[in-house]
Nanobody, 125 residues
Framework: QVQLVESGGGLVQQGGSLRLSCAAS????????IKWYRQAPGKERERVSC????????QYEDPVKDRFTVSRDNGKNMVYLQMNNLEPEDTAVYYC??????????????????WGQGTQVTVSS
């Protein structure tokens, strides 16, 4: 079955760094773009980043530009989100998601067909 499992979250001080991982299984990983979303309590889910199937194209939302870096290793069926200079506003549950085949990094949650369980990131001030 299609499965995405996030890991690497935790508690970090303001200004610190974390690297999130997303392990994929049950599908041809190298054929799919992967998106990162996040959701804080009481807030709507928001998009964070996207990486194309071959890893050559990346996208970032303004709040994380110049601080976060998305990458992937198709040989290991892994995608990563390196988060630097973290701020309390980054506190949220972070999810990786599979974009529907052929849609790449189009930002529309309707084009997501699989989600991970999420990993908690907490940034203290």
């Amino acid at each position: 079955q299609v499965q995405l499992v996030e890991s690497g979250g935790g508690l970090v001080q303001q200004g610190g760094s974390l690297r999130l991982s997303c392990a994929a299984s049950g599908f041809a990983f190298g054929d799919y773009s992967i998106k990162w979303y996040r959701q804080a309590p009481g807030k709507e889910r928001e998009r964070v980043s996207c990486i194309s199937a071959n890893g050559l194209t990346t996208q970032y939302e303004d709040p994380v530009k110049d601080r976060f870096t998305v990458s992937r290793d198709n040989g290991k069926n892994m995608v990563y989100l390196q988060m630097n200079n973290l701020e309390p506003e980054d506190t949220a549950v972070y999810y990786c998601a599979r974009s529907r085949l052929g849609y790449g990094c189009v930002w529309d949650s309707r084009l997501v067909d699989a989600w991970g369980q999420g990993t908690q990131v907490t940034v203290s001030s």
